[in-house]
């Protein structure tokens, strides 16, 4: 017999997939649904010259508020307004060239009415996500999207919460439509997204890699005696060695002086030590695709020379630049 306590955590389990399950049928019907009316709504947003200003009411209006961030953030300028504000003052921020994109489960949010005809008075476009077809948001839109009917995942059918995950979905996928649209890159997303661990992931080679006088380089001809003195002064435990005018051949690392290690050592040239065909990476390659070569191959290496697509060194990446950049 189960106890008090595990048919609890079984009621609770079976709620939480009873939740979900509800909220993933919403998503798929909204999927099947989609049609050319939201072809038409991308075609608008993709033309609107100045920014997509997204609002709603409520939990509406949270999910408004992601939304606009998104869309800020994949390339399609976009700022949420809050309704209520609007009427007070704040449409005056919705100005010639904008679009409004109004979320309304019902369709008769009062709270939007001064937004609408605010969109109406200045011939705005205005796209709305809605429940209702024959709702009076729906009518007055330049394009309505209609949420698909579902039943709400609250047990008592009233809290949103299928109807906003199904608005939350909608504007992700306008986003994303967007973002194609525009061709949208990593480097683009990288721009709007300096800071923190995702920041750093889109970092480009070229922005952390160390150039000019910095990088260690030798001629193959060079004695091991100078050619250890130059690794020490340089501090990266390496040494690219490079024929004219700067094209790289080999590199030689603590590991190849370990290999090499012998009472004639110093006496032999560069070339007698160094590991032809190295690891090397592009300037435009992503500092993550710099970690994963690190970190590829029959044993992990510390440092990368960063060459063009004639093999000439255009500088050198360590692990400490890519720990320092925040990928580690």
Same mark, same amino acid.
């Given at each position: 017999m189960s106890s008090p306590a595990a048919t609890r955590a079984d009621d609770d389990l079976d709620a939480a997939r009873a939740v979900l399950v509800l909220e993933a049928a919403?998503?798929?019907?909204?999927? =099947?649904?989609?049609?050319?009316?939201?072809?038409?709504?991308?075609?608008?947003? =993709?033309?609107?010259?100045? !920014?997509?200003?997204?609002?709603?009411?409520?939990?509406?209006? &949270?999910?408004?508020?992601?939304? =606009?961030?998104?869309l800020a953030s994949t390339g399609t300028p976009a700022l949420f307004v809050h309704p209520g504000e609007a009427s &007070?003052?704040?449409?005056?921020?919705?100005?010639?060239?904008?679009?409004?994109?109004?979320?309304?489960?019902?369709?008769?949010?009062?709270?939007?009415?001064?937004?609408?005809?605010?969109? !109406? %008075?200045?011939?705005l476009t205005l796209i709305a996500v809605i429940g209702r077809a024959g709702s009076t948001l729906a009518r007055a839109a330049d394009v309505a999207l209609v949420l698909p009917s579902a039943p709400e995942a609250c047990p008592i059918g009233l809290a949103p919460t299928t109807s906003?995950?199904?608005?939350?979905?909608?504007?992700?996928?306008?986003?994303?439509?967007?973002?194609?649209?525009?061709?949208f890159t990593a480097s683009d997303f &990288? %721009?709007? &997204?300096?800071?923190?661990?995702?920041?750093?992931r889109l970092l480009r080679v070229r922005?952390?890699?160390?150039?000019?006088?910095?990088?260690?380089? =030798?001629?193959?001809?060079?004695?091991?005696?100078?050619?250890?003195?130059?690794?020490t002064e340089k501090s990266f435990g390496c040494l690219g060695v490079v024929e004219p005018p700067c094209r790289l051949v080999g590199i030689v690392t603590d590991?190849?002086?370990?290999?090499?290690?012998?009472p004639d050592l110093l006496s032999c040239r560069v070339s007698e030590v160094?590991? %032809?065909?190295?690891?090397?990476?592009?300037?435009?390659?992503?500092?993550?695709?710099?970690?994963?070569?690190?970190n590829s191959g029959p044993r992990p290496i510390t440092t990368?020379?960063?060459?063009?697509?004639?093999?000439?060194?255009?500088?050198?990446?360590?692990?400490?630049?890519l720990l320092r950049a925040g990928l580690m």
């Open positions: 919403g998503l798929r019907a909204l999927a =099947a649904g989609l049609d050319r009316k939201f072809v038409r709504a991308v075609e608008l947003l =993709a033309a609107v010259r100045g !920014r997509v200003v997204v609002s709603g009411m409520g939990k509406s209006g &949270h999910i408004a508020r992601k939304v =606009a961030a998104t &007070h003052g704040d449409l005056g921020m919705i100005v010639a060239g904008d679009a409004v994109l109004a979320l309304s489960n019902s369709g008769e949010t009062a709270e939007l009415a001064d937004l609408v005809e605010h969109t !109406r %008075r200045f011939a906003t995950t199904m608005q939350l979905g909608l504007g992700d996928a306008l986003a994303v439509a967007l973002l194609k649209r525009r061709g &990288h %721009r709007f &997204h300096p800071g923190g661990r995702l920041g750093a922005e952390v890699m160390h150039a000019g006088v910095a990088v260690p380089l =030798a001629p193959p001809d060079l004695p091991m005696d100078q050619a250890l003195l130059l690794m590991g190849d002086l370990r290999r090499a290690m012998g160094m590991t %032809r065909t190295p690891r090397t990476i592009g300037p435009e390659a992503l500092a993550a695709e710099a970690l994963h070569a690190m990368l020379f960063v060459v063009d697509g004639n093999a000439e060194v255009l500088g050198l990446v360590h692990v400490h630049d």
